[in-house]
């Protein structure tokens, strides 16, 4: 079965062709608002925290997020939509 390509091509293309930290922080910036890249930074580091077993509701209070927002992430995570993730964080943590 073959699935439909992305909507989002254009736009994985374009990152994915960024080697450089600096070229790919001067693109983010240019396309994301500072609340757009601040709301993907939590979005990591409550992946992160949900793979240490902190609880949810203490995520949600030491990041400034709804609860709503954490348990997102743990769906993501429990539909092993984060194992992918998972390795490049733990690459990037190793650096």
């Given amino acids: 079965m073959n699935t439909p390509p992305s ?13 450089e930290a600096e070229v790919m922080e001067a693109v983010l910036t240019a396309i994301l608002t500072q609340k757009e890249i601040k709301e993907i930074e939590n979005r990591l580091q409550i992946f992160e925290m949900l793979s240490d077993h902190i609880p949810q ?39």
């Fill in 57 to 95: 509701r203490d995520i949600a209070t030491s990041l400034g997020v709804g609860i709503a927002t954490v348990t997102r992430g743990a769906r993501a995570m429990r539909e092993g939509q984060f194992d992918v993730l998972a390795k490049h964080l733990n690459k990037s943590k190793k650096m």
């Fill in 7 to 19: 909507k989002n091509t254009r736009f994985i293309d374009c990152l994915c062709m960024i080697a």
